[in-house]
Nanobody, 121 residues
Framework: QVQLVESGGGLVQPGGSLRLSCAASGRIVSIYAMNWYRQAPGKERDLVAAIDSGGSTNYADSVKGRFTISRDNAKNTVYLQMNSLKPEDTAVYYC???????????????WGKGTLVTVSS
């Protein structure tokens, strides 16, 4: 099987920084896209940032210039560096990856369980 495990969430003051990590493990051949989503209380889950296997990135307008997504293919890990955090960034952050496995050449979608980020003074 395959698992995604996030880490790095927590409480931070406005203007502060956090770095989220998401490590994929299991019977992985390769990883296509690796994305971060977030879901605030009472709201839908939205895409925050995405990175493909070639390193091309895409960001939600609300985080452009503040968040940076990166990945380490050797470690099957994706990161989200979050700077200049605002109270409206408070949400549960979920890692997503489309993973090529030995039994699914086109890839399967996997999700982590989420990590809570709270931005508050």
């Amino acid at each position: 099987q395959v698992q995604l495990v996030e880490s790095g969430g927590g409480l931070v003051q406005p203007g502060g920084s956090l770095r989220l990590s998401c490590a994929a493990s299991g019977r992985i051949v390769s990883i296509y896209a690796m994305n971060w989503y977030r879901q605030a209380p009472g709201k839908e889950r939205d895409l925050v940032a995405a990175i493909d296997s070639g390193g091309s990135t895409n960001y939600a307008d609300s985080v452009k210039g503040r968040f940076t997504i990166s990945r380490d293919n050797a470690k099957n890990t994706v990161y989200l560096q979050m700077n200049s955090l605002k109270p409206e960034d408070t949400a549960v952050y979920y890692c997503y990856a489309r993973i090529r496995t030995y039994w699914a050449d086109s890839g399967i979608d996997y999700w982590g369980k989420g990590t809570l980020v709270t931005v508050s003074s």
